[in-house]
């Protein structure tokens, strides 16, 4: 149980965390896609810099789409196991 416990923390710490990395990432290059197929690609190279990880100052190319992965696969695996889990706590509110 403690195992489950410490899953489902680590879920609830890195859902959060991982929401704007990955919208950000989703947004940006359906944008820049939609943008490409009309042929305006050039003018909006700054959402392709931004699909992979180039903020300005900070420049996270080399480890943005490792960052990105590895939280969407930790979030994937600790809600898989979640959802494998049995359902305890509401057999236990309807015996109460």
Do not use: C
């Amino acid at each position: 149980m403690t195992s489950a416990k410490n899953l489902r923390q680590v879920h609830r710490f890195l859902a959060p965390l991982m929401l704007l990395p990955i919208l950000l990432t989703v947004l940006t290059g359906s944008f820049y896609q939609l943008v490409d197929m009309a042929g305006k690609g050039e003018a909006f190279d700054w959402l392709m810099d931004l699909h992979k990880g180039n903020f300005g100052i900070v420049d996270l190319q080399v480890i943005y789409p490792f960052l990105n992965s590895l939280g969407l696969l930790i979030l994937i695996a600790t809600g898989i196991f979640m959802w494998l889990q049995p359902k305890r706590r509401f057999q236990k509110k309807l015996n109460s």
